[in-house]
């Protein structure tokens, strides 16, 4: 787990494709206090450390997260947002973040004024239904507040000190990043479709729609 508060930037030093995945080699301040083994999110994406020496980590990257995040586009020279996961007695200063993606979303725009720096992204159309004002949305790592939603744009306001330490002050309209959405509001979809499986079709007979012993089991919560 982590909490949305990238600690630095890193660099790829070179990606190298293999057996359908890749290996990364990312130079980064902490690379000499990692372990094997140890989590780091890249990007928003849970990666495994899988060696690591005083100036850079390398980590195995599968298929599947090649296709649906950005990290397959990553080249030689690219900077990436990087955290190390979350340990017991941490503060929590961003939100729970899984570093599992949901999808790619596109910049809209960047934009500054006197008010502040906003930033809109076009979400993919299932994601949208994740995302409330005033709610908590992954991007690319980073634990942002949702200012606004409108249709399938949502904006986030940004702080001088988020567009420092992370990518978004170079993001530019196009520019794709990774999403991921609220955990709790996934899980409590999914609770509720069991709700809905559970209560059955109407049969005539007063039911209070509330979830059956047996489901509960099968969710984990009854003995």
Same mark, same amino acid.
Do not use: H, I, W, Y
């Given at each position: 787990m982590f909490t949305g508060l990238v600690e630095c930037k890193g660099r790829v030093t070179w990606l190298r494709r293999a057996s359908g995945g890749a290996v990364i080699r990312i130079a980064a301040p902490f690379a000499s206090e990692l372990e094997h083994g140890e989590s780091?999110?890249?990007?928003?994406?849970?990666?495994?450390?899988?060696?690591?020496?005083?100036?850079?980590?390398?980590?195995?990257?599968i298929a599947q997260t090649l296709s649906v995040t950005t990290i397959g586009?990553?080249?030689?020279?690219?900077e990436v947002n990087l955290e190390r996961a979350l340990r017991m007695g941490d503060r929590v200063g961003g939100h729970m973040v899984a570093g599992h993606v949901d999808g790619v979303a596109r910049v809209v725009r960047l934009r500054s004024d006197r008010d502040g720096t906003r930033l809109t992204l076009e979400l993919p159309a299932p994601l949208t239904r994740y995302v409330v004002q005033r709610g908590s949305i992954a991007v690319d790592g980073v634990s942002l507040t949702v200012a606004d939603v409108v249709g399938e744009r949502v904006t986030v306001a940004l702080i001088p000190e988020t567009l420092r330490v992370t990518l978004a002050g170079a993001y530019r309209s196009g520019t794709k990043v990774n999403i991921e959405t609220d955990l709790l509001a996934r899980h409590q979809e999914?609770?509720?479709? =069991?709700?809905? #499986?559970?209560?059955?079709?109407?049969? +005539?007979?007063?039911?209070?729609? =509330?979830?059956? #012993?047996?489901?509960?089991?099968?969710? +984990?919560?009854?003995?």
């Open positions: 780091v999110s890249v990007n928003g994406v849970c990666q495994t450390v899988v060696r690591a020496d005083a100036d850079a980590f390398e980590v195995d990257v586009a990553l080249r030689s020279g690219n999914k609770l509720l479709e =069991g709700r809905e #499986e559970a209560s059955g079709p109407p049969d +005539g007979n007063e039911n209070d729609g =509330g979830l059956t #012993e047996k489901r509960l089991r099968e969710l +984990g919560f009854a003995g």
